[in-house]
């Protein structure tokens, strides 16, 4: 990466090169896809629900309502943790060989489950006596962690020697239980071996062996909560944040740290000790270099870009050389002031097809946060892509609401309504494309019918609609959903419906079925829009199948209800 791609440089949201107004309806199309929906087949499209009824207009329903209930775009569920909130969401990291995912939640379980069937896999259960808030597959997928807040962690391995189960279950069991803190925060598998690390509420980083479960190291230095860490890619170091501002650059076979910054050494992150700390970080997947680049967020929407000193080499620690310091190198500001950067994560903006190909050049990142926007970064030029927005409301625009706008326009979304905040993040890997999860503030949204809210209809023109004017603002549901889009141009490519509540956790993978001309009810649910149903399933289905890198991808929510659904793109 060139060194001047890090002059020391504050980013404003002036310098933000294009917002992209969103509303479910608004899918920008290429000039291919202008092609394949031609202007002359414009007109207003009627939503149909899964069945093929049509939906009820205002005169049937006699009450002059634009919206009709949403379409429940899943094609999969695993309800197992209802009524208890899913806080955990993870892949197996062979998916879709085998096509498993684990989830943890509120009712004090973790399950391993099919995500083709929807089938439990594996219980997980009855060691945990509180709330399971992290888990995860060790590299190989052969041991599952799980952490409670109960202060334990357990890892748990299939038992070959159980009989075998009528119903076609594993059986797992616990392989270890770990000592540690009282508290867990947060939770990593090492990403090359059977090494687990985990933060503490009291400041602290644990490291174990396992499947023994020894303690390898205690890690000291943050004085408060540690709220997020991650290794390198090539899993030499360990970098840890906190609540106190501070951030720890490690080597895990010392407890001494290589490096590190807090408000005291580093004035710019006095910002972060003033507003709640360090939510939020990622680090850029250079795997010969050992990540160069970390961005870190905090609980009041401020960013910083942190270069990571060079990996020590042999010769160099045989000669005794230190490790470089962390430096800032640039400050960005687009999120709202006080709303918390709930997720970063780099992403491969050329579509390279693999997640750390040697070829890239890791200069883009996704940050998403409590503001409702997903901003795009391009760290080569210190400067912000574009800006999404997710919605709050699964209400498109109304009838009345004709006005077009060309792609790239910078027309704000329609004044009152309020974005929704974004809960998780996941990019799809080795592509341009990326997924963002919502969970609406219920105290922002008017109280309104259960039913989500559905617009009958929606107006198309090749390009995406804006709401503009009109007497009353739209109706807003307080339903999650999923939005999947291509990073490149803030299109977005899917919408995702069918929670009947927040969306806390998500995950992405290579779809089972790859077959192209399979149907996606979340691309179908976006191109309504273009005025004919069919026509523009296959044109929305076509670009994100280009954008996904000609390949289909599993998209799986969870959260507040207790289900989760899995969706494909």
Known sequence: ?????????????????????????????????????P??????????????????????????????????TSLASFPLHAPKSIFSLTLHPNFPQPPHALSGGED????????????????????????????????????????SMDGTVKVWGKDDQAPANAEGTESWKVVAALEGPDEITWMSWHPKGPVLVAGAQDGTVWMWQLPKGGVMQVFSGHTAPCTCGSWTPDGKRLLTASEDASLFLWDPRSPSPLAKLNPHSEPRFQPFAESG?????????????????????????????????PLLTTA?????????????????????????????????????????????????????????????????????????????????????????IQAGSSNAPKSGVPL?????????????MFTTAAAPDPSAIPARSALSAVPENATSSGEGGVPQGGEEEDEISPHGTLCTWDARTGALLALHTGFMDGVLGLAVGLDPDQSLDSGSHSVDAVALARGNSTAGGRAAQSQATRVGGNKRWTVIGAGDEGVALVFRV
């Open 1 to 37: 990466m060139d060194s001047n791609a890090f002059d020391e440089h504050r980013i404003t949201e002036d310098d933000i090169q294009e917002e992209v107004p969103v509303d479910p309806s608004n899918v920008q199309q290429s000039d291919a896809m202008d092609q394949d929906v």
């Open 39 to 72: 202007a002359s087949n414009s007109k207003v499209a009627t939503v149909q629900d899964l069945d093929g009824d049509e939906a009820m207009d205002e005169d049937e329903d006699g009450e002059g309502d634009d919206f009709t209930p949403i379409h429940d």
């Open 108 to 147: 004090d379980k973790a399950h391993i489950w099919n995500t083709i069937s929807g089938e439990v896999v594996a219980s997980l259960e009855g060691q945990h006596t509180d709330s399971v808030i992290s888990v995860g597959w060790s590299a190989d997928g052969n041991l599952v962690a799980t952490a």
């Open 277 to 309: 700390g360090i939510t939020s970080l990622a680090i850029s997947p250079d795997v010969e270099s050992g990540g160069k680049v970390a961005v870190v967020g905090g609980a009041g929407g401020m960013l910083r870009v942190v270069s990571l000193p």
């Open 316 to 404: 160099d620690v045989e000669a005794g050389s230190s490790s470089g310091p962390l430096q800032v190198r640039a400050v960005l500001e687009g999120h709202q002031d006080g709303d918390s950067v709930e997720a970063i994560e780099f992403i491969d903006l050329l579509g390279t097809g693999a997640a750390s190909n040697a070829s890239t050049a890791w200069t883009t990142v996704v940050t998403v946060s409590t503001d409702g926007k997903a901003i795009v970064w391009d760290l080569s030029t210190n400067k912000a892509r574009l800006s999404v927005s997710h919605p709050t409301a699964t209400a498109l625009p109304s009838p009345n609401a004709q006005q077009q």
């Open 420 to 432: 929704s905040p974004i809960t998780s993040l996941a990019v799809h890997k080795g592509t341009p």
